[in-house]
């Protein structure tokens, strides 16, 4: 069965570094999106991308963030700067009819 | 923003009894889903039920959706061992966004 792939699945990185995460979603899917969940609490919403652009953000989603498509099937998300409260589990998730998501198994970044 | 709130935080029941999770939300939508997490994985579709529904079943899960209260149930019957796990709401608002509740984690006792 198709699955969306992230990588690396663990992250280490100092404080102010850059990061990017890496996502291949389902092939065939046309909206994307990352989320993220701190110490298995609730699971925030980043942001959404669709038609090689992005349909909506959350607040946490400022100028240090930003997403890529960048050759059609890899979906990336970079952190700039990054901070300590950013340490979380990062999720990407697509669907074909942004309805039904499907997540990757994550990507857990311990900023230091 | 709208997010969905599930009730209990924490649900504990023996293996056989059935689990009922409720979630509220806040404004319109345009449906609510319900997925499952097991400890450290990703989260995985469970049900959809639209705006325009009031009832879904599948397999042993059942979910409903009153619009008037903004409120949803997921009961899964005859509940096993592998249930154990967190299951979260997820509202479609009509902004597009598909936003989650803070999660129930259930506890299966053998």
């Known amino acids: 069965e198709p699955e969306v792939t992230q990588t690396p699945s663990h992250q280490v990185t100092q404080m102010g570094q850059e990061v990017i995460l890496r996502c291949v979603p389902i092939?065939?899917?046309?909206?994307f999106y990352w989320y993220r969940q701190i110490l298995g609490q609730k699971v925030e919403f980043l942001v959404s991308?669709?038609?090689?652009?992005?349909?909506?953000k959350s607040e946490i989603f400022d100028d240090q963030f930003s997403v890529e498509r960048p050759d059609g099937s890899n979906f990336t998300l970079k952190i700039r700067s990054t901070k300590l409260e950013d340490s979380a589990m990062y999720f990407c998730?697509?669907?074909?009819?942004?309805?039904?998501?499907?997540f990757g198994s994550g990507t857990q970044l311990s900023v230091l | 923003s709208q997010q969905g709130e599930e009730d209990p935080q924490a649900l504990s029941i023996q293996e056989g009894e059935n689990a009922t999770m409720n979630c509220s939300y806040k404004?319109?939508?345009?449906?609510l889903q319900w997925y499952r997490q097991n400890s450290g994985r990703g989260l995985v579709h469970l049900i959809l039920?639209?705006?325009?529904?009031r009832e879904k079943h599948s397999g042993r899960l059942r979910v409903t959706l009153d619009t008037s209260k903004k409120s949803s149930s997921l009961l899964i019957t005859a509940s096993r061992a592998a249930d154990t796990a967190s299951y979260f709401c997820?509202?479609?608002?009509?902004?597009?966004?598909?936003?989650f509740g803070k999660g129930t984690r259930l506890h299966i006792l053998p």
């Open positions: 998730a697509s669907s074909q009819t942004d309805e039904k998501l499907f």
């Open positions: 092939s065939n899917h046309l909206y």
């Open positions: 991308f669709y038609n090689n652009e992005i349909s909506e």
């Open positions: 404004t319109s939508i345009n449906n």
């Open positions: 039920i639209r705006s325009n529904e």
């Open positions: 997820a509202t479609h608002n009509r902004d597009d966004k598909i936003i």
